[in-house]
């Protein structure tokens, strides 16, 4: 059974740093691609970042493009996401996803399995 259990959201002033992650297990991490998708209360879950299953291709939403950055480390079945210049838009529940094969997607149907979420609060 595939698990991924994020951690590192909280509250944070705009302009402030957080570093989410999400550490997986159930099935052989290195071979999928992971992604990191967001709802904010009364929206529709969006995508966010989304790596390849060797972390050589990247691709962000517009809305995140030059203050996020995801990564991942293989060995240690975990993926990370970087959040930089924390914006009050940004306020949302975080969640990780881990997709059906190797390859990025920002489709959510894309992704078989998906953490709980954890809450990113940015304050103004």
């Known amino acids: 059974q595939v698990q991924l259990v994020e951690s590192g959201g909280g509250l944070v002033q705009a302009g402030g740093s957080l570093r989410l992650s999400c550490a997986a297990s159930g099935r052989t991490f290195s071979k999928y691609t992971m992604g990191w998708f967001r709802q904010a209360p009364g929206e529709e879950r969006e995508f966010v970042a989304t790596i390849s299953s060797n972390g050589y291709s990247t691709y962000y939403a517009n809305s995140v493009k030059g203050r996020f950055a995801i990564s991942r480390d293989n060995a240690k079945n975990t993926v990370y996401l970087q959040m930089n210049s924390l914006k009050p838009e940004d306020t949302a529940v975080y969640s990780c996803?881990?997709?059906?094969?190797?390859?990025?997607?920002?489709?959510?149907?894309?992704?078989?399995?998906w953490g709980q979420g954890t809450q990113v609060t940015v304050s103004s």
């Open positions: 996803a881990q997709g059906r094969i190797s390859s990025i997607s920002i489709q959510s149907d894309w992704y078989n399995y």
